[in-house]
C-alpha cells in the first residue's frame, strides 16, 4: 500500500490495504491533515478491496467522535459492498468516483 497527499484535504491510497503498518501509515497522515484545522478529509481509495477493522475504527472515531466529514471516492466495487454491508456507507460519504 502507498498513501500519499493529494490535496489540502485529500490522501490518495493506493495498493490493498491490509498490515498494521498500512494502519499506522494511514492514521498519522490523516491526522497530520486534520491537526492544520480540517473538519473533512477525502479518501481516493484506488485498488483496496478491503480495509483493516483498525482503519474503519478509526474512521468511525473521526466521523462519530471528531466530527470530521469523511469523503471516501472507493475504484473497487466491492470495497463499497463491503462498507455498505457494515452500514458504513453513510457515515463514510463513501461513493465511487
Known amino acids: 500500500m502507498r ?6 484535504r485529500e ?3 493506493t495498493g490493498n490495504i491490509k498490515t498494521t503498518a498500512d494502519y499506522l501509515e494511514i ?3 490523516a491526522l497530520e491533515v486534520l491537526r492544520m484545522g480540517g473538519k ?7 485498488d ?3 480495509m483493516p477493522s483498525s482503519v474503519i475504527g478509526f474512521f468511525v472515531k473521526l466521523a462519530n467522535q471528531d466530527r ?8 473497487d466495487p466491492r470495497l463499497l459492498d463491503l462498507l455498505d454491508e457494515l452500514n458504513l456507507v453513510g ?5 465511487l468516483p
Open 27 to 29: 492514521r498519522n497522515l
Open 3 to 8: 498513501i500519499e497527499r493529494t490535496g489540502t
Open 40 to 46: 473533512d478529509l477525502t479518501l481516493r481509495v484506488n
Open 11 to 13: 490522501l490518495t491510497i
Open 68 to 75: 470530521i466529514a469523511l469523503t471516501m471516492l472507493i475504484e
Open 91 to 95: 457515515l463514510f460519504g463513501a461513493r
Open 48 to 50: 483496496s478491496l478491503s
